[in-house]
């Protein structure tokens, strides 16, 4: 147990249906951590169970905040908030599964020791969410159990009941532009049959990125917008209305989501059910970033219609347009998780983001495809170092390391600090340096994964000035709302019996 002064006593969680929320579980076990130690799920896939060595970094986690936060003072929890908490956590990845991250020993004892080698990247978080006011749910999936998961990512989660402002926009203001270093972020949701039932619809997300914009005087923010084919000719009308009345940034689709006809799915490459939008936004609307939900199906989306094969065919068709993969096609992490235990000395291949990098060495065409991270690289890196640095080798080796960008998922998991954080200490391992030709992971190389390649996909300037969010901003959104909406909806939530 920590070496706190006072520990609430806190009862045993029970298992639903196999799982458990994880903060419960940490409250239970007084392990507040500043990295994750297991999977935990977006409600995109079933969480992988926590790994022996997994197990072995909690441990030597909790060991070292036992130690230096009595020296320091502290109690353990205070440490683990702390720029040295966070320097532990990484340290202790390096004790168990070799030395993958840069760590300075000072750190762990000093916050400002790690200063002189924290680069001063331009950060662009290509992929974010938050919700509409009062809703919470997608499709089945409730968020609020995503966001007590969440605690495993980010321990100023632990132990915090969520609440619905927790997926909202003050907080999602918060997180992203005042808990982390990211400068310019990119708002996503998921399409529905219906407004109604989306988590966030498009006018939201606008109204998100136009309210941040006037708040800092400054371009912030992005907002995507829903692309979903097969409506058809309805599909076609929303997308008039997003790019004309909203001047959206980018589509969002989701092949593995049917709204139409097939409830199983759709592919892009479908000249029947894709070209016409696809056509439609090249030639008439003028946007070209269109992002694609690809691998991490299970649980919400439709798993066939969740593999990548489709970009082979519809990025050479459509030379003028941007793919972007969204989660880089990863199927899951247990899928690549046997082949990563043994360092990839037998088997390198990782479902199915190594198809995705052979259709691109087998096709010179695919320049228009561009790799995300986003929970991917979270879950592989917390799962195993040597798995999320094959990867990037991997799609580096093949895309080049100008198609790879960066995103979090953010706000699912609180701030993303502890991802950005992750990326700056990795480094490539000399054994996958030597064995698959692999560059290594230079502070170039990460600039432009952290937002100097979407910077130039989204046409804005990396270098201009970027105010910060006013103190008062919490203020200033509550004058907004009132302005818009002066009654109350009187929505009530949560149970009751029938």
């Not at 050479?316 to 793919?323: A, I, R, S, Y």
Request: net charge neutral; proline share 6%.
């Amino acid at each position: 147990m920590s070496n706190s002064k006072t520990t609430p006593p806190v009862r045993k969680p029970e298992p639903h249906n196999g799982w458990v929320r994880k903060h419960e579980l940490d409250d239970y076990l007084d392990r507040h951590l500043p990295i994750p130690t297991q999977v935990v799920s977006n409600e995109e896939f079933i969480p992988l169970a926590q790994t022996k060595k997994q197990r072995a970094v909690e441990n030597v986690l909790l060991e070292t905040g036992s130690r230096i936060s009595s020296k320091l003072g502290m109690d353990r929890r205070q440490f683990f908030r702390t720029a040295c908490g966070m320097a532990a956590g990484f340290a202790a990845m390096n004790t168990v599964f070799g030395d993958f991250f840069r760590v300075d020993a000072a750190e762990l004892y000093d916050g400002t020791a790690g200063a002189a080698m924290k680069n001063d990247y331009f950060i662009f978080d290509v992929q974010t969410h938050h919700v509409a006011a009062g809703r919470h749910f997608i499709g089945p999936a409730d968020v609020f159990d995503t966001r007590r998961s969440g605690g495993q990512f980010n321990p100023a989660l632990k132990g915090k009941e969520p609440k619905q402002s927790d997926f909202e926009l003050d907080n999602y203001i918060k997180e992203v532009f005042l808990d982390s270093d990211t400068a310019v972020a990119c708002l996503s949701g998921i399409p529905d049959a219906t407004e109604a039932k989306m988590i966030i619809p498009p006018d939201e997300m606008v109204r998100t990125r136009n309210i941040v914009n006037e708040l800092t005087h400054s371009e912030r923010m992005m907002s995507h917008g829903f692309f979903s084919p097969d409506l058809g000719t309805r599909n076609l009308e929303n997308m008039h209305r997003q790019a004309e009345s909203l001047k959206i940034d980018a589509w969002k689709g989701y092949t593995g989501q049917g709204l139409g006809a097939n409830k199983e799915g759709w592919w892009v490459d479908d000249e029947r059910i894709a070209y016409p939008a696809l056509e439609y936004t090249r030639d008439k609307l003028k946007i070209k970033n269109i992002c694609l939900h690809k691998g991490l199906a299970i649980g919400v989306f439709n798993e066939g219609h969740c593999h990548p094969k489709d970009l082979v065919k519809a990025s050479k068709d459509f030379p003028e347009l941007n793919f972007l993969i969204y989660h880089s096609g990863l199927k899951t992490v247990e899928d690549a998780l046997p082949a990563a235990e043994d360092g990839f000395k037998k088997n390198p291949y990782v479902p199915w983001v190594s198809d995705l990098c052979e259709y691109r060495k087998k096709n010179p065409y695919m320049t228009n495809v561009y790799m995300e991270l986003g929970t991917s690289f979270g879950t592989m890196v917390v799962t195993n170092p040597m798995l999320s640095a094959h990867v990037l080798g991997m799609i580096i080796q093949a895309y080049g390391d100008d198609h790879v960008l960066w995103g979090t998922d953010s706000i699912w998991w609180g701030s993303p600090q502890w991802q950005i954080e992750a990326l700056r200490r990795l480094e490539m391992p000399e054994p996958l340096m030597k064995r698959f030709g692999y560059a290594p992971l230079t502070p170039e190389v990460k600039a432009k994964i952290f937002g100097l390649n979407a910077s130039r996909l989204y046409g804005i300037d990396p270098a201009a000035k970027r105010n910060p969010i006013p103190g008062d901003y919490v203020e200033r959104l509550k004058k907004d709302y009132k302005a818009g909406h002066p009654t109350p909806s009187n929505t009530q939530y949560g149970w009751v019996a029938a």
